[in-house]
Structure formats: C-alpha cells, structure tokens
C-alpha cells in the first residue's frame, strides 16, 4: 500500500478517534471514582504501582496503565487513568470505522457508523433481567465505559484491531496478484499477537476464538497444511502472552505495593489467571437460552432502535457478500453474549460491560447495512451504470466483470464497492447520508455530557464525581486534624477499600492505617477469617473501625447486634462507624 493510499484509509478513522476525544473528555471523571462496585479505583492504584489487580490480573491493561499513568502529564494518576480510557475509546471507534470502510470502501459511511457507535442517537433505556440475576439498566455504553478506569474499553479496542487484522489478510490472501499474496501471512501473525496480548487483558478473549478460527479456514482451507505458519502464530501469541503474564510474579516477588491474591506461587498464579475465585464458565451457559436470547435482543434493540432494521439488512447482504465476515464477527458477538447472560447469575456489577463486542458487532452491520442499501440502490441507477462503463477506468471495468460473475467478484466483492463509489452520485449519496447520520448523533451529544440521573437515562458524564475523593481524605485525614487515631484498623469491604487504598498507595495517606478487605480474609489472601475474627483479633488492642453494607450475615445489620458501634465524626462533615466494644458470639440465624 502506497503512503498516499494508507493516509487516505486513516483518514476517517482519525477524524473519527479526534471526535471521539473532543467528545468524552469533557465528561471524564476528574479522579478518583469507584465504578464497577469498587473496580475502577482499583485500576487507577494498582496501575501507579505496577501490581496485580483482582482476577484475571489484568497485566496487559496495567502495564498499560502504569505507562499511561506515569508519562501523561495531565492531573493526577486516577485522571491520566481515566483519561487513557477516553483514549481506548477512540481506538475502538476508529476500529470500527475502519473495519465498516475496509469491507465497503465507503469512507463517509464509516466515519458515521462510528460516530454512531460511540453516540447512541436511538438509544432508549431498558429493564433486563437475566435467570437468577438482579434487573439490568441499559445505558449508552460506549461513551459511559469512556469516562473512567477498566479494562473492558482495552478488550474492545484490541478486538477491533484483531478484526482488522485478519480482514486485512484476508484480502490480501486471496488477492491475484502474487505480489500482494507473498507476505499476506504477515498479517495474520500479526493478529495472534494481538490475541497475546488481549487474552492477558481479559478473558472474554477466550470467547473471539471459535469465529477466528472457522474465519481463518475460510479464507485458507489448506491452512491445516501450513504448519510452519500455524506454529509461528501459536508461538507469537504465546510468547506475548508470557511476556505480559510473567508481570505478575515479577512484581508479587518484589513486593509491589498492591498485590491481589499471591501470584509469586503456581497455585496463587493459576488462582488469579483463571479466576477460580468467580468459578469459571458458568454451569447455568446452556440453560434457558430463549429467555437469554429474549433479554439480548431487547438489550440490542435498547442500543441501536431503529437501526436495528439497518443492521439486520446488514446482516442478511454481508451473508452474500461477506460470508467470512459473519462467521467471524457474528460467532464472537453469539458467544460473548451467551456467556455475559450467563455470567450475569454470579452477580457481576456492571454486566453490560460485557456486550462491549456485541454492540461493536451490531453497529458494524449497521454500517454495512447502509453501505449496501447505497451500493444496490447507486448499481440500479442508469446513469451510474452508464457512467461506469463508459469511463473506461478501473471501476468500469469491474462493474463489468462483478455483472460476468467472475470468481474474482465472488471472492473479494469490496475492490468493487471500494470503487463504485467513485461514481459521482454514489459518492454524493453516501456524503448526504454521512452527514445526515452525523447530524442525528450530534443532536444528543448535550445528553451524553449531562450528569446521570433519574429524569436523563442517556446522561453518562461523570464530571462532577468528586465525592468518593472528599470521601477518601476524610477517612485518610491526619490524626491530629481529626482523622483515625493512628494505627486504626478498618474491616472493609471491596467497594470502599479500593478507594483507600488508592489515599495510601498513591497520595500517601495514612500509611499507619490497616485495611482489611474481605479479598485478604480468604484462603487466597491473608486468610484471616469471618469478619468478626478480625474485629476479636484487634478489638481492645487497636481502635477498630467498620465499613460494611447493611446485608449478609457479615453485614453492619447483623454485626449491630453484636458489638457495640457508634458514630466516629471524621472531617467535612463525613463519618465512619468504630466499634468500641462486643456484645456476644455472632450468630448468622
């Protein structure tokens, strides 16, 4: 590809990741934030420290985060965190446009799939619940997963990299020119890394595997024979794997300042890798699958509204005319959404993070809903036809081979989309409808910068999130400023610690403070015991302090009744409740 022609391919996509950015960042949460139940302090500390977040660990996205947060010269970590997340977010957009673009050759078409992507313009929110989980909102939830820490905006952007990979190859492999087919396999090596390095991001990665797989032979059926190239894409992607895995033990040994679980032993590194701690595939995947299939689809419909008629017509033109395209992406966005229903009965906290590739998917048959509707419709109108044929240029000449029905045309339909658009009133067609597209998506930007609330369901600024920060330095204010007596213990629960540990870690308060969470109770952890082994433990030899939800038998409700709680005032008006005393053994009746 000739300089001039990869500038012109990046173009829509850089437009569309420079709007994407003008877009998210004024909607950025300004530093700390506990998203995800507590999930996203996380990452904004143990990214600083270069540790080990919860499982899967996660160290392709922290080292990631580590870069980001110590080169970005913007605010303080937790915001150069969330403000890598903003530009994940492009990437992904970017992705997307590239792959509609790659497919049909319309660059303004993709540009606005993208836009449409991130804005949601026909989003209306929807109740869901899936066997044995609690109801579901939906939001728009691309732009809403932009504006803070988690790796689940990482995951999508290397899936549309992986995507545009192998459609790459994919062209270039069955291209007749043995000049562009000699170095095709490239590409495909290319896309195992990539898989490398997604999989030791997240393990969704594992769900990409069965469409990557029937994509790859049908493009190259006698693949099976090639060993030589099967085995240096396993070795590539192996070996990126180790390289972001081996993160784990390293730092664990070295005692980084934040390690999840202990990583530095073979049982504490496969606890961690495999998430033992969540079970696995859920056992309930097969089970009610209509009812799962009902929840998705309304999910779907909540996000697209009535594109999603575009993008069933998308679906139903790329089966004839991009068949590798549907085995790839439709059994990826199928199998993630199987096991996201799924997943949803372990009590996930925010489980529409896991429709990330779905919904990638589902505005990629948008775009190529609409490229085809123009291409069929432009291909109808006598004098685009006439015109074609009589220039004499390329496009002519494969509108006139694509009518032959040459294997060419059934093998490698986008060359002639790519240049039927030359055709002027195509190429005017598809600048209308691009621009009419974009206007929609603009309409509803002033919602998406709204702050969430009950009467804006399409809100997901997370500007003015300052709370959980004011929190955080009450709790981890100095003693004698009217802080926690030194040397406090605070039982705490996931939610709240992650917070205070990112005082402690990263702002270096209260060093003296000893939080337990309840990761640290477990076997996998410190292995302390029942919340109310660590409050006899320290109780009369340390002030000891709780922050537990009202629920469970571990709960602030039942543990009331057992120990004598009263209000300790911290700084700003915030409190937090010491227990000072015990009542009797704890019962869990």
């Known amino acids: 590809v000739s300089n001039r022609g990869l500038g012109s391919a990046a173009l829509a996509p850089l437009i569309g990741a420079a709007v994407t950015l003008w877009l998210v960042i004024p909607t950025l949460a300004p530093g700390v934030i506990s998203m995800a139940a507590g999930d996203s302090a996380e990452f904004q500390t143990v990214s600083w420290v270069l540790g080990t977040a919860h499982p899967t660990g996660y160290p392709s996205y922290v080292i990631l985060g580590f870069i980001a947060t110590h080169l970005l010269p913007f605010g303080d970590p937790a915001f150069r965190m969330n403000l890598l997340q903003a530009f994940l977010a492009a990437g992904a957009v970017a992705g997307a446009i590239a792959v509609v673009q790659l497919l049909t050759g319309m660059r303004w078409v993709a540009l606005a799939t993208g836009l449409l992507l991130l804005t949601m313009p026909a989003f209306s929110p929807v109740s869901v619940s899936f066997p044995s989980s609690s109801p579901l909102r939906s939001s728009p939830v691309l732009w809403r997963l932009s504006t803070y820490a988690d790796p689940h905006m990482f995951h999508l952007a290397l899936v549309a990299l992986i995507f545009l990979l192998l459609l790459v190859w994919e062209r270039r492999r069955t291209s007749r020119d043995p000049q562009v087919t000699e170095h095709a396999d490239r590409w495909l090596v290319a896309a195992a890394g990539v898989y490398g390095v997604a999989l030791t991001n997240h393990s969704l990665t594992t769900m990409l595997a069965p469409g990557i797989a029937l994509f790859v032979i049908a493009v190259a059926p006698r ?48 606890y961690v890798v495999e998430g033992q701690q969540f079970g696995g595939i859920p056992s309930s995947i097969g089970a009610n699958l209509s009812d799962k299939y009902a929840e998705v689809m309304a999910m779907l419909s909540s996000w697209l509204g009535p594109l999603g008629y575009v ?279």
């Open 223 to 270: 693949i099976v024979f090639q060993w030589r190239l099967i085995l240096t894409s396993a070795a590539v992607l192996a070996g990126m794997a180790v390289l972001f895995w081996i993160e784990l033990p390293i730092r664990a040994a070295m005692h980084a300042p934040l390690v999840y679980a202990h990583p530095d032993t073979w049982n504490g590194f496969l």
């Open 311 to 589: 993008a069933v017509v998308g679906l139903g033109t790329s089966i004839v005319r991009r068949p590798r395209y549907v085995l790839l992406s439709l059994l990826a966005a199928a199998v993630t959404a199987v096991f996201a229903a799924a997943y949803a009965a372990v009590g996930n906290s925010d489980l529409e993070r896991y429709f990330l590739v779905p919904v990638f998917v589902a505005f990629t048959y948008v775009g190529l809903g609409l490229a085809d509707i123009l291409s069929i419709g432009g291909s109808l109108l006598p004098d685009a036809r006439d015109w074609l044929m009589r220039t004499g240029s390329p496009a002519g000449e494969d509108y006139a081979v694509a009518q032959a029905g040459s294997d060419e045309a059934e093998s490698d339909p986008a060359p002639t989309d790519t240049r039927r658009r030359s055709a002027p009133v195509l190429l005017a067609l598809e600048t209308v409808l691009a621009i009419v597209l974009i206007v929609a998506g603009s309409t509803v930007v002033a919602a998406r910068q709204s702050v969430p609330g009950s009467t804006r369901p399409g809100a997901v600024s997370q500007a003015t999130q300052t709370g959980r920060e004011a929190w955080m330095k009450a709790v981890l204010a100095p003693a004698d400023q009217g802080g926690l007596p030194l040397d406090s213990v605070i039982v705490s629960n996931w939610y709240d610690s992650t917070t205070l540990w990112y005082g402690q870690k990263v702002e270096g308060l209260r060093p003296d403070i000893y939080i337990v969470d309840d990761t640290m109770r477990v076997r996998a952890g410190e292995n302390l015991g029942q919340v109310w082994n660590v409050l006899d433990t320290y109780l009369g030899r340390q002030p000891v302090f709780l922050l537990r939800f009202a629920w469970n038998c571990d709960g602030f409700t039942n543990l009331a009744k057992y120990y004598v709680i009263q209000e300790f005032r911290l700084p700003n008006n915030h409190t937090i409740k010491q227990v000072t005393g015990k009542i009797g053994p704890v019962s869990c009746s």
